[in-house]
């Protein structure tokens, strides 16, 4: 069973690494029944100069992938970056709870989008992709905000909100793919490594 389900998702032979610290993205990739192992990459890089959100997550991601490409020659290396942008505005991880006030103030009562970017490493060769979503979110008063903070769910995560956790109850509407908010879009992560097989 574990082996029909494993070949539904990847069904190449090179051993695949996932380059992310992020546990939501380990979570999403185990849901699609994907054999994997895990490397950190290392320290998040700064944003690369004045990119647009979607080559600017594509260039992060294949930096993270790159990375750890390194030390793993046989695998295929899986890279993953998101960002959140409102009305052109970048929200990456808020730093502490006053920034991620700052962000979700921002983010209640209106569409964002939340971009992801993935690259594949593998044996000299590279692929990248990024999806987009578009989210909207209903209006959040002191109370709400002061409640949700509290839990600390806000602080690792783009946008300082987590669709799949506490936050999911201020989302009034998506369109385009749940797991992209997540933080890994299933989809497009399975026809970039059909290029792959």
């Known amino acids: 069973m574990k082996d ?4 539904l998702f990847w069904r ?12 939501r993205r380990v979570q999403l990739l185990q849901q699609a029944g994907a054999v994997f192992t895990v490397t950190d990459p290392g320290p998040d890089r700064e944003w690369p ?22 030390d793993r020659p046989d695998a295929i290396v899986l890279g993953a970056d998101t960002v959140v942008v409102i009305r052109g505005e970048r929200l990456g991880k808020p730093k502490n709870l006053a920034e991620a006030r700052g962000m979700l103030q ?6 964002h989008e939340v971009w992801t970017g993935l690259a594949l490493v593998h044996a000299g060769e590279q692929r990248t992709a990024a999806e987009c979503t578009v989210v909207r979110m ?3 008063s002191e109370r709400d905000l002061d409640t949700y903070l ?5 602080l690792d995560k783009a946008g300082a909100y987590g669709i799949q956790g ?12 749940y797991t992209n908010v997540v933080g890994l879009p299933l989809a497009r992560l399975r026809q970039l490594l059909e290029e792959f097989a």
């Open 12 to 23: 190449g032979k090179a051993p695949l690494v996932l380059a992310s610290a992020s546990p």
């Open 138 to 140: 209903a209006r959040m």
């Open 150 to 154: 509290a839990t600390s769910e806000s």
């Open 49 to 70: 100069g004045e990119a647009p959100p979607r080559s600017g997550v594509r260039a992060l991601a294949l930096d993270k992938a790159r990375r750890v490409a390194v």
């Open 106 to 111: 921002r983010l209640h009562g209106r569409k």
């Open 4 to 7: 029909a389900r494993s070949k």
């Open 166 to 177: 506490l936050a999911g109850q201020f989302v009034k509407g998506i369109e385009g793919d």
